[in-house]
T-cell receptor, first 112, second 114 residues
Framework: QKEVEQDPGPLSVPEGAIVSLNCTYS??????FMWYRQYSRKGPELLMY????GNKEDGRFTAQVDKSSKYISLFIRDSQPSDSATYLC????????????FGTGTRLTVIP | EPEVTQTPSHQVTQMGQEVILRCVPI?????FYWYRQILGQKVEFLVS????????KSEIFDDQFSVERPDGSNFTLKIRSTKLEDSAMYFC????????????FGPGTRLTVT
C-alpha cells in the first residue's frame, strides 16, 4: 500500500540545526494531517495536526500542508538531542475518516 | 498524565494458538482502536470500536480477529488462530471523540508467532 510515502532516513543533524521531515501522499481525499513522534519501545505520540492546507506552528515545530502537491512537512527549529526519535506522518479523510494512514517513519538523531 | 496501557509487553505464541492482547484505554475515552506494525513496515489501522460495536475495520481485520470490551476498563484484541505473519507490534489507541485527531497510543504489545 503506497498511499503515504516517507523517507525512512536515518537522518543525523547537529544540535541547533533546522530539521525538515516530509511525506507525500496519493489519496486526494485526505483532509487531516498529523505528525507523531515515537521513542524506542513506546507508542506514537501526537505532536501536531492540521486540517486541509496551510501552516501551523507550535513552539519549535511547524507543520505545513500543500494539498495541491500532496506534500506535507514538519520543521523542527533549534533541534535538541531530546528530539531524537522516529517521526511518523499520518493522514486520513474520505471514507474511513477515522482511520489513520501512516508513513514508514523517519529516524532522526540530533547529535550534541 | 493519563495514558493508555497494554499487557503483555511481549507475547510469544505458537502458530495456530489463540492470543488475547489487552488494553486499558484512558478512562474518559469512548473510542478505541487497534493498529499493528510489522517490523520495518508502516503502522496499519485494524479496527475502531465505539458503543460496544465495531465502527470501522480494515481488510486486514478478517474473521480470525475480534475485539471486545469485556468490562468498563479493558479493551481486547483476540486472534483466533495465529499465523507467522501475525508477528508484529500491536498498538491500542483511544480518543475522547471519534476522529483522526486526539488518538492516544499505548506502548504496544510485541507478538511473536513461532
Amino acid at each position: 500500500q503506497k498511499e503515504v510515502e516517507q523517507d525512512p532516513g536515518p537522518l543525523s543533524v547537529p544540535e541547533g540545526a533546522i530539521v525538515s521531515l516530509n511525506c507525500t501522499y496519493s489519496n486526494s481525499a485526505f483532509q487531516y494531517f498529523m505528525w507523531y513522534r515515537q521513542y524506542s519501545r513506546k507508542g506514537p505520540e501526537l505532536l501536531m495536526y492540521t486540517y486541509s492546507s496551510g501552516n501551523k506552528e507550535d513552539g519549535r515545530f511547524t507543520a505545513q500542508v500543500d494539498k495541491s502537491s500532496k506534500y506535507i512537512s514538519l520543521f523542527i527549529r533549534d533541534s535538541q538531542p531530546s528530539d531524537s526519535a522516529t517521526y511518523l506522518c499520518a493522514m486520513s479523510g474520505g471514507t474511513g475518516a477515522n482511520n489513520l494512514f501512516f508513513g514508514t517513519g523517519t529516524r532522526l538523531t540530533v547529535i550534541p | 498524565e493519563p495514558e493508555v496501557t497494554q499487557t503483555p509487553s511481549h507475547q510469544v505464541t505458537q502458530m495456530g494458538q489463540e492470543v488475547i492482547l489487552r488494553c486499558v484505554p484512558i478512562s474518559n475515552h469512548l473510542y478505541f482502536y487497534w493498529y499493528r506494525q510489522i517490523l520495518g513496515q508502516k503502522v496499519e489501522f485494524l479496527v475502531s470500536f465505539y458503543n460496544n460495536e465495531i465502527s470501522e475495520k480494515s481488510e486486514i481485520f478478517d474473521d480470525q480477529f475480534s475485539v471486545e470490551r469485556p468490562d468498563g476498563s479493558n479493551f481486547t484484541l483476540k486472534i483466533r488462530s495465529t499465523k507467522l505473519e501475525d508477528s508484529a507490534m500491536y498498538f491500542c489507541a483511544s480518543s475522547e471523540v471519534m476522529g483522526p485527531f486526539g488518538q492516544y497510543f499505548g506502548p504496544g504489545t510485541r507478538l511473536t508467532v513461532t
